[in-house]
Each structure stands twice: as C-alpha cells, then as structure tokens.
C-alpha cells in the first residue's frame, strides 16, 4: 500500500500569514492527490483533488501543487477558521490512503 | 440538498457483528460509488471500502478485508456495512461518503460511532 506521510505534525504560524504544508508518497501517486480539511466534530471536506484543481466553493486562499511523490497544498493568508486540521489522501492504487494529517495552530 | 446519514452503531464485545446503514438523498443514489471512511479516536480517517455505482464492484482496506461487506440498494438509496469479527481497533466514527468522479469524497455524512469494548 502507498504510505503518505505529511509533514510538519504541527504548524504554529498567525493569521495572515502563508501556510505550506507537505504530503510525501512512499512511491508515485502521479497526480491523484487530494487535500481534505477537518474541523473539530465534523466529517472532512474536500479542499482539492487531482494535486492542483480546488473543489467546489473552495475560497482561492487555497492551492495545491506538485506531482510524482510531493505535494503542498498553500492557504496563502490564514482566515481564523483555518487552523484546523489537513489531510492528503491517493487515489493512484487500491487501498486508498490517507496521511497522518498536519494541524495549522494559531501561533 | 446532498444528504447522508449514517446509522447503526453502538457498543458491540469483540468478536461480535454490527450492520451499519447510510441513507442517502438530495442525489442520484445510483449513479455514484460510494465509500466508508473511519476515524479513530484521536487519529486520522482511513479508508475503509468502496463499491461501485451499480454494486457490481467493492474494495476494500486490508485492515478489514474478509471481515467487512459493503452493499447497496439502489432501489432504497441505501448503502450498507456489515462488520463481524469485530477487534477493540475496529473502534471509530463511521462516516459514509459519496464519490467524485476522480474517486474522492465530497459529500461526508456526520457519522455514527462503533466502539468495541467488553
């Protein structure tokens, strides 16, 4: 199975300011990357999928990029509703698979 | 609107059976794969299984494979997850998800919680 693994665990950082977070696959995924968003209590959201496209009502704050095996997904000025928590998940082989998952925490 | 609802989880020893539903609505139910996802408390999701828009074809997770059986009604707009052979890791929040049409999840329903515990 492919391992992803998202760096950092943890992003302390302010609001406004930019926010990139990394997604490494233990071999390619290609592009059949997505980024989720997870607030507390709730089911994750679809933030971007195929590495660079957003899904539907995504605010432009958020982007993805790369390809192969690393990733990023960039909130370019952190909303106070974004420190939360991320995370990537292929679509390239069965099983499908998730990372460890990033939380962005006010600094 | 989009609807999922999940349903059927409780408190279950190990070793025991759970049967979860997922009601879906607002959609053409029988156009579109559909997963399981769970989550761990504490942890994050982890794909559990996924089957085909018409049931014909099903994934499943290594974790749960031969344990776990994803189905579906069409008929009812209703996708199901019989769990036997229930382990204490199977603990989790259960979360049904449609598909998109790059195989991802776009719409999660809230959820319903199995623990596995004596």
């Known amino acids: 199975e492919i391992v992803l693994t998202q760096s950092p665990a943890t992003l302390s950082l302010s609001p406004g300011e930019r926010a990139n977070l990394s997604c490494r696959a233990s071999?390619?995924?290609?592009?059949?990357l997505a980024w989720y968003q997870q607030k507390p209590g709730q089911a994750p959201r679809l933030l971007i999928y195929d590495a660079s496209n957003r899904a539907t009502g995504i605010p432009a704050r958020f982007s993805g990029s790369g390809s192969g095996t690393d990733f990023t997904l960039t909130i370019s000025s952190l909303e106070p509703e974004d420190f939360v928590f991320y995370y990537c998940?292929?679509?390239?082989?069965?099983?499908?698979?998730f990372g460890g998952g990033t939380k962005v925490e006010i600094k | 609107q989009v609807q999922l609802v999940e349903s059927g989880g409780g408190v279950v020893p190990p070793g025991g059976s759970l049967r979860l539903s997922c009601a879906a609505s607002?959609?053409?139910?029988?156009?579109?794969?559909m997963h399981w996802v769970r989550q761990a408390p504490g942890k994050g999701p982890e794909w559990v299984a996924f089957?085909?828009?018409?049931?014909?074809?099903?994934f499943y997770a290594d974790s749960v494979k031969g344990r776990f059986t994803i189905s579906r009604d069409n008929s009812k707009n209703t996708l199901s997850l019989q769990m036997n052979s229930l382990r204490g890791e199977d603990t989790a929040v259960y979360y049904c998800?449609?598909?998109?049409?790059?195989?991802?999840?776009?719409?999660w329903g809230k959820g319903t919680t199995v623990t596995v515990s004596s």
């Open positions: 607002g959609f053409n139910f029988s156009s579109y794969g």
């Open positions: 089957i085909r828009f018409d049931g014909i074809k099903n």
């Open positions: 998800a449609k598909m998109t049409p790059q195989l991802n999840m776009d719409v």
């Open positions: 998940q292929q679509r390239s082989n069965w099983p499908l698979t």
């Open positions: 071999q390619s995924v290609s592009n059949y």
